[in-house]
């Protein structure tokens, strides 16, 4: 089975299981890791398909070095990759309809498995409510209507 992999940012596609982008490239002499995703959604556990899993190397101050990976999640909200340099690494998942999910983790371990749980996106807040003050809408609720005279 091929997995397609996007270089990011950059112009390059790459194609087959356990190839890295050029970032990762240079520390191929150390232990590696093989990654493994699970994406759900926060309020029932069912899986998210065809979230972008998009991993960033970091360095040991905290920086995110340039490049990067993007895996999609399958049918089951899962997605892996193998050969990931131990170390620092930052993890985005996006998904129409659900928060952007960000954090590093350090991959320290021969198989590493994460699971995000994608929340659904917040109320809105508004600064045009009255005399100026910051109020939630909700979109949820209609909006209340005037009685009629």
């Keep these: 089975m091929k997995k397609s992999f996007l270089l990011v940012p950059g112009l390059a596609v790459l194609l087959g299981i356990g190839l890295v982008g050029s970032t990762w490239a240079q520390d191929t002499e150390g232990p590696m890791s093989d990654l493994r995703?699970?994406?759900?959604?926060?309020?029932?556990?069912?899986?998210?398909?065809?979230?972008?899993?998009?991993?960033?190397p970091v360095s040991r101050r905290g920086k995110q070095a340039r490049g990067g990976l993007e895996l999609k999640t399958d049918n089951e909200g899962r997605t892996n990759i193998d050969g990931i340099p131990y170390g620092?690494?930052?993890?985005?998942?996006?998904?129409?309809?659900?928060q952007t999910?960000?954090?590093?983790?350090?991959?320290?371990?021969?198989?590493?498995?994460i699971t995000v749980k994608l929340k659904r996106p917040g109320g809105q807040y508004s600064v045009y409510g009255n005399n100026g003050d910051t109020k939630k809408t909700d979109d949820k609720k209609p909006a209340e209507q005037k009685p009629q005279q």
Excluded: M, S, T
Excluded at 37 to 56: E, M, Q, S, T
Excluded at 101 to 113: L, Q, V
């Design 101 to 113: 999910f960000g954090e590093d983790y350090e991959i320290d371990k021969p198989a590493f498995e």
């Design 88 to 98: 620092p690494l930052r993890v985005q998942v996006l998904a129409p309809g659900f």
């Design 37 to 56: 995703f699970v994406v759900v959604k926060d309020y029932n556990g069912k899986p998210v398909r065809n979230a972008a899993v998009i991993l960033h």
